[in-house]
């Protein structure tokens, strides 16, 4: 889990500035409703912001519990490019 976790953030974070680029050619952008309720440039970075801050709890619930993986996600980089912050 924690390798695909951090290569679908990774992905997510290389791609995030793309969405908010006016000049994108619509056969590049993801087709409306790709994600229920999830349409604009906006509501996705809000998602992806969510997402991060749901694995960031889960990282801090989990900590000091041996056997969890959430130690193993990255997501510090993602944190910081959404201006988030490592916490």
């Given at each position: 889990m924690p390798k695909f976790v951090n290569s679908l953030v990774e992905l997510i974070t290389a791609s995030i500035d793309i969405i908010?680029?006016?000049?994108?050619?619509?056969?590049?952008?993801?087709?409306?409703?790709?994600?229920?309720?999830?349409?604009?440039?906006?509501?996705?970075?809000?998602?992806?912001?969510?997402?991060?801050l749901h694995i960031q709890a889960k990282k801090a619930a989990a900590e000091g519990t041996p056997g969890t993986r959430w130690d193993d996600v990255d997501i510090v980089g993602a944190l910081l490019k959404m201006g988030l912050g490592a916490r």
């Open positions: 908010n680029t006016p000049d994108v050619h619509p056969s590049q952008r993801a087709p409306a409703g790709l994600l229920e309720g999830v349409q604009t440039p906006e509501m996705i970075t809000r998602h992806f912001r969510n997402t991060l």
